[in-house]
């Protein structure tokens, strides 16, 4: 489905989705009439322009974005997207606390991050075999 309305643009857009929810989200977003050009540029200024126009008060604040139902896709896409970033420095905590275990105590790991040796023990044990995205959408050329 991602070579299908938009082509390849789509598989860039929805890239922060896991492979087996991109078709539906590709699906979802084309049948309420957003383009990728449209999911792309709310996903490159990170929901700001929807941000702006929802607290506009104007009643007809969802129209740029395909109505109500394109409004809530592209703010549900920001979602997924920032959920996906949060992910991905997490697992990067991950493994520098793992590296951090090799030459100090999770004691002395705590202290200096300012979290419980529990958390230590609990992200050490972290990584993620999640395929991440490289780039965020804002620095894609």
Same mark, same amino acid.
């Given at each position: 489905?991602? *070579?299908? /309305?938009?082509? #390849? ?9 896991? %492979? $087996?929810?991109?078709? @539906?989200?590709? !699906? ?7 383009? %990728? $050009?449209?999911?792309?540029? +709310?996903? +490159? ?7 702006? @126009? ?7 604040? @969802?129209? /740029?974005?395909? &109505? ?28 520098? !606390?793992?590296?951090?275990?090799? #030459?100090? *105590? +999770?004691?002395?790991?705590?202290? @200096? ?10 992200? &050490? ?8 995205? #490289? ?7």
């Amino acid at each position: 489905m991602e *070579s299908q /309305p938009g082509g #390849d643009t789509w598989a860039t857009v929805v890239k922060h989705r896991a %492979p $087996e929810q991109r078709d @539906a989200v590709i !699906v979802r977003l084309s049948e309420a009439g957003v383009t %990728p $050009e449209q999911a792309q540029a +709310a996903l +490159a200024d990170g929901g700001d322009a929807l941000y702006a @126009a929802a607290r506009s008060g104007r009643p007809d604040w @969802a129209e /740029p974005f395909g &109505g109500p139902l394109g409004a809530a896709l592209l703010a549900a896409e920001v979602s997924a997207l920032s959920a996906h970033l949060v992910s991905r420095a997490s697992a990067v905590r991950a493994l520098a !606390v793992d590296a951090l275990l090799e #030459d100090y *105590s +999770a004691v002395a790991v705590a202290t @200096a991050l300012g979290i419980s040796r529990q958390k230590v023990y609990d992200l &050490g044990k972290g990584g993620s075999g999640i395929p991440f995205i #490289d780039i965020a959408p804002w620095r894609l050329p």
